[in-house]
């Protein structure tokens, strides 16, 4: 997670890419690591608790949304069509003993993704995916 999460912040802060387009490998493991794991972290804290309510989905999506969805002014916008950065992010979600505490687990933190509608890595072979092609 610590890896992932500073790329994921460090893009984030430095606006790299183009809006609404996949960045790279190492433009998103830039921006997690400037972000820095406790911003990466706190960002997914309010989906760890889960969806009490309308208002706590809400909270959750919007967080994904702003970190790493892809129109998001983020460094880290589009990070999650990011294949490996998806791959790093659910190894470092499984790692999370805080996370397990909660049940959250990076099949959840799948179904949060589709639940909130936000674009990521999907295996084309099993769904298509709502990431714009790179």
């Given at each position: 997670m610590k890896g992932i999460t500073f790329f994921?912040?460090?893009?984030?802060?430095m606006s790299c890419g183009v809006l609404?387009?996949?960045p790279s490998v190492e433009e998103c493991a830039t921006a997690l690591e400037a972000m820095g794991d406790e911003a990466v972290r706190?960002?997914?804290t309010p989906c760890a608790f889960g969806?009490?309510?309308l208002q706590s989905e809400s909270l959750c999506?919007?967080?994904?949304?702003s970190l790493l969805?892809?129109?998001?002014?983020?460094?880290a916008a589009g990070c999650?069509?990011?294949?490996?950065?998806l791959i790093e992010l659910k190894?470092?979600?499984d790692e999370n003993q805080i996370a397990a505490s909660l049940g959250f687990d990076s099949s959840v933190f799948m179904e949060t993704l589709a639940t909130c509608g936000a674009a990521h890595y999907i295996n084309p072979d099993v769904a298509e995916s709502m990431c714009p092609s790179e």
């Amino acid at each position: 997670m610590k890896g992932i999460t500073f790329f994921l912040i460090a893009c984030a802060l430095m606006s790299c890419g183009v809006l609404g387009a996949v960045p790279s490998v190492e433009e998103c493991a830039t921006a997690l690591e400037a972000m820095g794991d406790e911003a990466v972290r706190g960002a997914l804290t309010p989906c760890a608790f889960g969806f009490k309510d309308l208002q706590s989905e809400s909270l959750c999506c919007q967080t994904i949304d702003s970190l790493l969805g892809m129109e998001s002014a983020s460094a880290a916008a589009g990070c999650l069509c990011v294949e490996d950065v998806l791959i790093e992010l659910k190894a470092a979600i499984d790692e999370n003993q805080i996370a397990a505490s909660l049940g959250f687990d990076s099949s959840v933190f799948m179904e949060t993704l589709a639940t909130c509608g936000a674009a990521h890595y999907i295996n084309p072979d099993v769904a298509e995916s709502m990431c714009p092609s790179e």
